[in-house]
């Protein structure tokens, strides 16, 4: 899966250190930065939300481990680099 990175110029990649942008639906207790490494890249394996017939729980793209040990999910645009 992290082959795929390669091809899309995306500067999101799995081993990068990355800040997770909160979404507007997080909690208040939840909105410091988050700071962690990217495990994962499930970009060939995301289905596309309007497939899933619902608009909750959509499918995230990146699995981050956070600096506190939290394992975390986050979307496309989700992410920047640290």
């Known amino acids: ?6 091809q899309r110029d995306d500067p ?11 979404s507007s639906g997080s909690r208040s207790s939840d909105t410091a930065s988050r700071f962690g ?4 890249d499930y970009a060939d394996a995301v ?5 899933l017939g619902r608009d909750w729980a959509p499918v ?3 699995a981050i481990a956070l600096d506190d040990g939290r394992l975390v999910s ?3 645009g989700g992410l920047e680099l640290a």
């Open 74 to 76: 986050a979307a496309d």
């Open 12 to 22: 999101v990649a799995v081993g990068s250190r990355v800040k997770v942008i909160s």
């Open 47 to 51: 289905i596309d939300n309007s497939d």
């Open 1 to 6: 899966m992290t082959d795929s990175n390669t």
């Open 60 to 62: 995230q793209r990146w």
């Open 37 to 40: 490494v990217v495990l994962e």
